[in-house]
């Protein structure tokens, strides 16, 4: 399956800093949304997380490449796949682009550990979202 749809939105003034362009912080906030988009495929949905089974993605890792500049009044989109399936983590791969260029922005990966939000540590995977991250995994 390819990369998950995950995120759109156009960048507001706001999201900028005084440099003119999107600020640091806002690349991670597109791909935090991003990651609870792929983690609501995979089975963990908001009431899962709230009322269901009590668990979630925790980032306990990640990695970020910044490739180009994106602007004020850009429509930005994120594209999520799954890059490794560990026994209590699952490895997020989140490629922001500026739409209108297809052109790739950002990368960041992150390393989510499953975590009880009852016992605020990581447990093993569940078997479904495991079966469904498997949908998303890379190709490359």
Do not use: W
């Amino acid at each position: 399956m390819p990369a998950l749809l995950s995120y759109r939105a156009v960048v507001a003034p706001a999201d900028c800093d005084i440099l003119g362009h999107m600020n640091v912080a806002r690349y991670f906030a597109a791909c935090s949304d991003a990651g609870f988009t792929l983690q609501s495929a995979l089975g963990l949905t908001a009431a899962d997380i709230t009322t269901g089974r009590r668990i979630s993605g925790a980032v306990v890792h990640s990695d970020a490449d910044f490739l180009a500049e994106v602007l004020a009044g850009e429509t930005i989109h994120v594209m999520s796949d799954v890059i490794a399936i560990g026994t209590k983590s699952i490895t997020y791969r989140h490629r922001l682009y500026r739409t209108a260029l297809d052109q790739h922005a950002f990368t960041a990966v992150f390393k989510n550990a499953v975590m009880s939000l009852t016992d605020r540590r990581a447990i093993p995977v569940p078997d479904d979202m495991r079966a469904a991250a498997q949908a998303y995994l890379a190709q490359d």
